[in-house]
């Protein structure tokens, strides 16, 4: 077994005007973004799969496009989780796995499934949706992580349902989303949302330093210290996955703050 696990850093998407001529160069082909964020990060979390449906052609193109080491964590669709009864939302998961994400090969990453700050834990109910999350599909291993935005999910029957399936809780820098840091599954995520426009990094380098300190904690299959658990007991030591996406605040500044991220865990 590895000694440490691998840490893939990214952005949400590749395509947002304002990164032209800021992160992509001037002149370059909206062709060759993706080819271009593909050499400059390791990993993008795609959040058009939340709106729309793909096809398997192009998963195919996006795994053409990028190194063999990158890989594409996809948001699962609103349809499976925008529900009031989640078991209900079993067609739409099995929709979404035959729309072609196998395609991506050993570029498949975590498959991310996002839920609405009003969406309350109920132990029953989420239970269910849970068993909708198969752990393979099409020969391949799937990777299941939840983010919930919820306080009531801070209960140790969620982390222990969470372990149960082996599906990761997405760790959530947020102004006021809900934050919660425990090891569920065999790797960690983490999305990064307070980044600084001001910043030419986005983030400060005393934020960047801590999350790369984290990240190789997580990688070495222990866990940080300072972000906040709901079980205080420790999970199983072991190496582990570590996927830190920045999102959203400050969005032109978050290509700049994975680089940075990306070189201090060289």
Not at 17 to 41: C, D, I, M, S
Not at 138 to 159: S, W
Request: aromatic residues 12%; positive net charge.
């Amino acid at each position: 077994m590895a000694k440490t696990g691998k840490i893939y850093t990214g952005i949400g998407g590749w395509t947002y005007e304002p990164w032209r001529g800021v992160f992509y160069p001037k002149g370059l082909p909206r062709a060759k973004e993706l080819t271009y964020a593909g050499e400059h990060l390791t990993s993008i979390e795609v959040n058009g799969t939340f709106y729309s449906t793909m096809s398997p052609k192009t998963f195919r193109k996006w795994a053409s496009e990028v190194p063999d080491e990158f890989v594409f964590a996809l948001k699962g669709p609103r349809y499976a989780v925008n529900r009031r009864v989640l078991k209900e939302g079993g067609d739409s998961v099995e929709r979404f796995l035959e729309s072609g994400v196998t395609e991506l090969g050993k570029k498949l990453g975590p498959l991310l499934w996002q839920f609405a700050p009003h969406k309350k834990f109920d132990p029953a109910d989420f239970g269910a949706f849970l068993d909708l999350l198969p752990a393979k599909f099409d020969g391949t291993t799937l990777r299941h992580v939840v983010e919930v935005r919820n306080d009531t999910f801070k209960t140790p029957e969620f982390i222990a349902l969470a372990r149960k399936h082996n599906v990761a809780i997405c760790y959530a820098e947020h102004e006021t989303y809900t934050e919660i840091a425990d090891l569920t599954a065999d790797f960690a995520y983490a999305r990064l949302q307070k980044g600084d426009e001001k910043l030419k990094t986005g983030y400060p380098p005393k934020a960047l330093d801590a999350w790369a300190k984290r990240a190789k904690i997580w990688a070495a299959g222990a866990e940080p210290k300072d972000l906040p658990k709901v079980d205080k007991k420790a999970a199983p030591k072991r190496p582990r996955d570590v996927f830190l996406y920045f999102i959203h605040e400050a969005k032109v500044r978050m290509p700049a703050a994975a680089m940075a991220l990306i070189e201090r865990l060289q």
